[in-house]
């Protein structure tokens, strides 16, 4: 029998398997039919899950060779992995782990602890944040190629969490990366270890520029507008709702502040603030939304 029969024949069990035992168990037939779907779509991407067993049978030249020519390309669009050599690669794609998930199904949740980092291999996910009363704010689609949660390789052992939720559009397979692996695979590689550390730099710079400029706006009196509208972010730079609280906590400050008769020369001087104000909370009012196609979470 060959290679090909053989495998067929494994995935042929493993249907009978499944189908024998939530008969037994007495399973729901809507559930069984979205265990049986979800078969057919593992089965459908089977070589995937059998991809790490296929490179360890081969010599670390060749493990280079093949994992450069699979997912290769995929890898590199990760910022920190662009200029990585061949061997540094294909470490890596040893340490990829595939999941396929349902649709809908959650594949990171706002709030959790970040660990690991995902590359979307197959299907559609969406990202999006849940404001504190509940409502859904997306943020993108992301399809085969796009990566999010890469933030967890930059800030391991922090305790950083997800800025945002993700779950499955369509059937997806997505590949997970731990943050920890990958530091262990980068000892081996200085000039991959510096490209992280330069990307995470970066962020620190631009949230404590942005974490700056939030605080002037305050100081000039658009700090409830601001932070209704922006919200906060965190050191990854991921977008939160922590924001708006903040927003809302400033405006209810605002309303009980105890207002005393000015005098002539306190009213001509709270007019020019009065209008200083308005100036600054128009220029703020509406900042341009920006959305990356691949948002850190």
Do not use: W
Not at 156 to 178: I, P, Q
Not at 272 to 285: E, F, K, Q, V, Y
Request: proline letters at 4%; aromatic letters at 4%; hydrophobic letters at 40%.
């Amino acid at each position: 029998m060959t290679g090909g029969h053989t495998f067929n024949a494994k995935l042929l069990q493993q249907k009978d398997m499944l189908n024998s035992y939530l008969m037994e168990a007495h399973i729901p037939n809507e559930i069984r039919r979205e265990c049986t779907e979800y078969l057919m779509h593992y089965q459908s991407a089977a070589m995937v899950f059998h991809e790490r067993t296929v490179l360890q049978m081969l010599s670390p030249g060749l493990q280079a060779r093949v994992s450069g020519a699979t997912n290769g390309a995929l890898i590199r669009k990760i910022p920190i992995f662009r200029a990585a050599p061949d061997a540094c690669i294909a470490e890596v794609m040893l340490a990829l782990k595939p999941h396929l998930f349902t649709p809908g199904e959650m594949i990171v949740r706002q709030g959790n602890v970040a660990r690991d980092m995902f590359v979307v291999k197959m299907g559609m996910v969406s990202a999006f944040v849940t404001t504190e009363d509940g409502e859904e704010k997306k943020l993108a689609t992301l399809r085969a190629g796009d990566f999010f949660g890469e933030g967890a390789l930059i800030n391991v052992g922090s305790e950083g969490r997800r800025g945002a939720s993700v779950n499955a559009k369509t059937y997806a397979v997505v590949y997970s990366l731990l943050a920890e692996t990958v530091h262990e695979v980068l000892l081996n590689y200085p000039e991959v270890r510096k490209a992280m550390h330069a990307v995470a730099t970066q962020r620190r710079a631009s949230t404590r520029q942005q974490q700056g400029g939030k605080r002037e706006r305050e100081k000039k009196g658009a700090g409830a507008a601001d932070g209704a509208v922006d919200g906060e972010q965190d050191a990854t730079g991921s977008v939160t709702a922590s924001g708006v609280a903040a927003g809302a906590a400033d405006e209810a400050q605002s309303a009980t502040v105890k207002v005393e008769p000015p005098s002539s020369t306190a009213k001509e001087g709270r007019r020019a603030r009065m209008s200083d104000t308005t100036l600054a909370g128009a220029a703020a009012a509406s900042p341009p939304k920006v959305v990356p196609k691949c948002a850190e979470l």
